[in-house]
């Protein structure tokens, strides 16, 4: 059975970072892309951010370019999301995801974890 649990989520303060941790089982996870999606409360989704199997290419929102990192141990079957400078309006339920290309990661993702709340307080 596939699964995807996050974890790191927390309140943190204007400017302030956090660490998100996505460990993934079921299936080889070197051989997948992974990503990271958020929804606050009353807006839809929005893609954060992408990485491919091997860890060599990444995509970003537009809204995080320059502050979030995403990256993938495959040795660890996990996947990161550095999130530097926050500011209130990253305040979310983070979301990882996973399939089989960064293409489909970034506008359809099959495979969700059950997500972590991030808050930022101003």
């Known amino acids: 059975q596939v699964q995807l649990v996050e974890s790191g989520g927390g309140l943190v303060q204007r400017g302030g970072s956090l660490r998100l941790s996505c460990a993934a089982s079921g299936r080889t996870f070197s051989t997948y892309a992974m990503g990271w999606f958020r929804q606050a409360p009353g807006k839809e989704r929005e893609f954060v951010a992408a990485?491919?199997?091997?860890?060599?290419?990444?995509y970003y929102g537009d809204s995080v370019k320059g502050r979030f990192t995403i990256s993938k141990d495959n040795g660890k079957n996990t996947a990161y999301l550095q999130m530097n400078s926050l500011k209130p309006d990253d305040t979310a339920v983070y979301y990882c995801?996973?399939?089989?290309?960064?293409?489909?990661?970034?506008?359809?993702?099959?495979?969700w974890g059950q997500g972590t709340q991030v808050t930022v307080s101003s």
């Open positions: 995801v996973r399939d089989v290309d960064t293409t489909t990661v970034r506008t359809a993702p099959r495979e």
């Open positions: 990485i491919n199997w091997s860890g060599s290419i990444t």
